[in-house]
């Protein structure tokens, strides 16, 4: 019956598990926002917006705009599903369903239950990051080894929007934000991370309004894994997603145990 | 099955206390509960059960006092508790997107059980529940009653020594009641040891062995259901409705009829040996209540006598 202490690091994955169940329920719509839509963008974008920019001004930031926008294509995915898994499936769990709050009557501490969801966003991630990556190559935009690290990458970019904006709703009281944050913080930061145009095509004011976006590190990360780049800027990136991410994921266990046991 | 009074508490409480910012929803409570028990905590709204449950169940920790379950200290121990004991808490928590099988399923993994075991025990549960044609069903679907059976049916996947039920019947039918009570008494056979609170003083009746009453956050009586009755109020009870008159005004002069009299809005109660007798003396005295109702003597009777509440207020 009781179990060794030393396992106890282990029971997230009982929580991993439940997502990964109830995914088995529901994937169905998540095929389209994660696979049909970001392929529909690169198709439209790529090709059609591609043939006119050859066109006009030829290469954007010495790339085929094909080259140049597979990449922001898995970042804003792995963007999108790190949202997408955090306020209302969050919010749900700790008032409406309260289902967490059910979870932490067995074995699981909070943060088995945290741990056990960010876990699963970045499961959710990989898998996309392994597609996207095929994608990436079979457009030609596989210009550096770095590319084996895209699910990696991937799951990063997940978990910096994903362990903050979990944190976040396991705090509030109410849905009334969340669809403030998606049109003034979420649908911007989509348009405005340097993922259609490069960062040069913003008035020069913008610019570090725009470097400022969490998306955009997100973005050029992953462009740099795809088509090369010099390292320090890949390194600062990378640091303010991991930022993000383990904040966020420090901030989550102070909120969900606020809310599940105190 | 027998239980021997010396063995160890399955619960024990010292001077526990439970403090929200400035609010002390539990002022210092003193309890042991035997193994096999069925032990009650009577009291209204925001006397501190709900906060005293979070406690037993090890999900919150005590502010201060001591508190051990199994002999085990939740604030290290927590784990471990948990995996020993089921809970049903006051509102169904399921996600109703999913079957009555996978919600079950998906406890039982909670539990860290092996998976022949988790589908043996759900095909098992869902049947004592009587929801065995319901299995594939969502749990969107099901009635007030069937979410209650199954909430039980969850708490019991890790087949629990403890069972902790908070307001299990609360918004049921009477028939969903009284089936539920029937699992219940099935479970304190086999020896499970139940831990429930109640505003229904039937419910309580019904199933502890023992019960506190709570009022503010305090324990203000311990016992036995017939005990306590038998110590903190009188044989009988006469209820009278005395129409358009101030119930106040005529307390003084019904005093002389009861050992104790209790005046409530709508009407007066009188604590007496015989409701009977009672009855007769007053209408001889010249009384024309508009409405009597004599009655034994009941769980909220000694609620009343001693918070001066009734339990719905």
Same mark, same amino acid.
């Given at each position: 019956m009781s179990e060794p202490a030393?396992? #106890? /690091? &282990? =029971?997230w994955r009982r929580a991993w598990w439940f997502h990964a169940m109830y995914y088995a329920q529901t994937w169905r719509g998540s095929v389209v926002s994660s696979v049909l839509l970001p392929l529909g963008y690169l198709g439209a974008l790529g090709v059609g917006v591609g043939h006119l920019v050859a066109k006009h001004t030829g290469l954007v930031d010495g790339q085929t705009y094909l080259h140049f926008i597979a990449p922001s294509l898995l970042a804003t995915t792995a963007f999108q599903l790190g949202e997408g898994e955090s306020l209302w499936p969050v919010l749900a769990a700790v008032k409406w369903t309260r289902s967490y709050h059910a979870a932490v009557?067995?074995?699981? !501490?909070p943060r088995d239950v945290l741990v056990g969801k960010l876990a699963w966003v970045a499961t959710r991630a990989i898998a996309i990051g392994v597609f996207y990556t095929l994608i990436i190559a079979a457009v030609g935009a %596989? =210009? &550096? /080894? /770095?590319?084996?690290t895209l699910p990696l990458l991937s799951a990063l970019v997940s978990l910096a929007f994903a362990a903050p904006l979990v944190a976040y709703a396991a705090h509030v009281?109410?849905?009334?934000?969340f669809p403030l944050i998606y049109r003034f913080g979420f649908v911007p930061m989509f348009l405005f991370? %340097?993922?259609? *145009?490069? @960062?040069?095509? *913003?008035?020069g004011w913008l610019r570090p309004v725009v470097q400022f976006v969490p998306l955009y590190h997100g973005v050029a990360l992953i462009r740099a894994a795809c088509l090369g780049g010099s390292l320090a800027p890949a390194l600062a990136h990378l640091a303010v997603l991991a930022v993000l991410a383990g904040g966020g994921f420090a901030w989550g266990q102070v909120t969900l145990r606020r809310r599940l046991i105190d | 099955m027998s239980t021997s009074s010396?063995? $160890?508490? $399955?619960v024990r409480a010292r001077g526990v206390t439970k403090r929200f910012g400035e609010f002390e929803a539990v002022r210092g409570v003193d309890f042991a509960i035997a193994p096999g028990e069925s032990f009650g905590f009577l009291g209204?709204? #925001? %006397?501190g059960k709900t906060s005293t449950m979070r406690m037993v169940s090890a999900v919150s920790t005590p502010t201060s006092g001591s508190l051990t379950i199994f002999g085990l200290d939740p604030a290290i121990h927590g784990p471990e508790i948990r995996g020993r004991l089921g809970v049903v808490p006051q509102e169904d928590t399921f996600d109703?997107?999913?079957s009555l099988r996978l919600n079950l399923e998906m406890f039982g993994r909670y539990y860290d059980l092996p998976r022949t075991t988790i589908r043996e025990r759900t095909t098992e549960l869902l049947e004592f529940a009587h929801l065995s044609d319901r299995a !594939?069903?969502? @749990?969107?679907?099901?009635?007030g009653g069937m979410k209650r059976r199954l909430t039980i049916a969850r708490a019991l996947i890790n087949r629990p020594e403890l069972l902790i039920l908070d +307001?299990?019947?609360?918004?049921?039918?009477p028939q969903a009641r009284h089936l539920l009570w029937e699992r219940l008494y099935r479970l304190k056979r086999d020896g499970v040891t139940l831990i429930i609170t109640t505003h229904y003083m039937d419910e309580a009746e019904q199933l502890c062995d023992r019960l506190v009453v709570m009022d503010h956050g305090r324990i203000v009586a311990e016992g036995a259901p017939r005990q306590l009755i038998a110590d903190h109020a009188s044989r009988e009870v006469l209820e009278l409705?005395? #129409?358009? !008159?101030h119930h106040d005004e005529v307390a003084d002069q019904l005093g &002389?009829? %009861? +050992?104790r009299l209790e005046v409530l809005p709508d009407r007066v109660l009188l604590y007496v040996d015989s409701a009977d007798d009672t009855l007769a003396r007053l209408h001889q005295a010249g009384w024309r209540p508009e409405r009597t109702l004599q009655r034994r003597s009941s769980l909220e009777d000694v609620f009343l006598r001693l918070t001066g509440r009734t339990l719905e207020e």
């Amino acid at each position: 019956m009781s179990e060794p202490a030393l396992l #106890g /690091w &282990s =029971r997230w994955r009982r929580a991993w598990w439940f997502h990964a169940m109830y995914y088995a329920q529901t994937w169905r719509g998540s095929v389209v926002s994660s696979v049909l839509l970001p392929l529909g963008y690169l198709g439209a974008l790529g090709v059609g917006v591609g043939h006119l920019v050859a066109k006009h001004t030829g290469l954007v930031d010495g790339q085929t705009y094909l080259h140049f926008i597979a990449p922001s294509l898995l970042a804003t995915t792995a963007f999108q599903l790190g949202e997408g898994e955090s306020l209302w499936p969050v919010l749900a769990a700790v008032k409406w369903t309260r289902s967490y709050h059910a979870a932490v009557t067995t074995p699981l !501490e909070p943060r088995d239950v945290l741990v056990g969801k960010l876990a699963w966003v970045a499961t959710r991630a990989i898998a996309i990051g392994v597609f996207y990556t095929l994608i990436i190559a079979a457009v030609g935009a %596989a =210009r &550096s /080894w /770095w590319v084996l690290t895209l699910p990696l990458l991937s799951a990063l970019v997940s978990l910096a929007f994903a362990a903050p904006l979990v944190a976040y709703a396991a705090h509030v009281d109410s849905d009334l934000s969340f669809p403030l944050i998606y049109r003034f913080g979420f649908v911007p930061m989509f348009l405005f991370s %340097a993922t259609f *145009y490069p @960062v040069s095509a *913003y008035p020069g004011w913008l610019r570090p309004v725009v470097q400022f976006v969490p998306l955009y590190h997100g973005v050029a990360l992953i462009r740099a894994a795809c088509l090369g780049g010099s390292l320090a800027p890949a390194l600062a990136h990378l640091a303010v997603l991991a930022v993000l991410a383990g904040g966020g994921f420090a901030w989550g266990q102070v909120t969900l145990r606020r809310r599940l046991i105190d | 099955m027998s239980t021997s009074s010396d063995s $160890v508490p $399955v619960v024990r409480a010292r001077g526990v206390t439970k403090r929200f910012g400035e609010f002390e929803a539990v002022r210092g409570v003193d309890f042991a509960i035997a193994p096999g028990e069925s032990f009650g905590f009577l009291g209204p709204n #925001g %006397a501190g059960k709900t906060s005293t449950m979070r406690m037993v169940s090890a999900v919150s920790t005590p502010t201060s006092g001591s508190l051990t379950i199994f002999g085990l200290d939740p604030a290290i121990h927590g784990p471990e508790i948990r995996g020993r004991l089921g809970v049903v808490p006051q509102e169904d928590t399921f996600d109703l997107d999913l079957s009555l099988r996978l919600n079950l399923e998906m406890f039982g993994r909670y539990y860290d059980l092996p998976r022949t075991t988790i589908r043996e025990r759900t095909t098992e549960l869902l049947e004592f529940a009587h929801l065995s044609d319901r299995a !594939e069903d969502k @749990v969107d679907n099901l009635s007030g009653g069937m979410k209650r059976r199954l909430t039980i049916a969850r708490a019991l996947i890790n087949r629990p020594e403890l069972l902790i039920l908070d +307001e299990p019947t609360t918004g049921l039918d009477p028939q969903a009641r009284h089936l539920l009570w029937e699992r219940l008494y099935r479970l304190k056979r086999d020896g499970v040891t139940l831990i429930i609170t109640t505003h229904y003083m039937d419910e309580a009746e019904q199933l502890c062995d023992r019960l506190v009453v709570m009022d503010h956050g305090r324990i203000v009586a311990e016992g036995a259901p017939r005990q306590l009755i038998a110590d903190h109020a009188s044989r009988e009870v006469l209820e009278l409705r005395l #129409g358009s !008159e101030h119930h106040d005004e005529v307390a003084d002069q019904l005093g &002389s009829f %009861a +050992e104790r009299l209790e005046v409530l809005p709508d009407r007066v109660l009188l604590y007496v040996d015989s409701a009977d007798d009672t009855l007769a003396r007053l209408h001889q005295a010249g009384w024309r209540p508009e409405r009597t109702l004599q009655r034994r003597s009941s769980l909220e009777d000694v609620f009343l006598r001693l918070t001066g509440r009734t339990l719905e207020e």
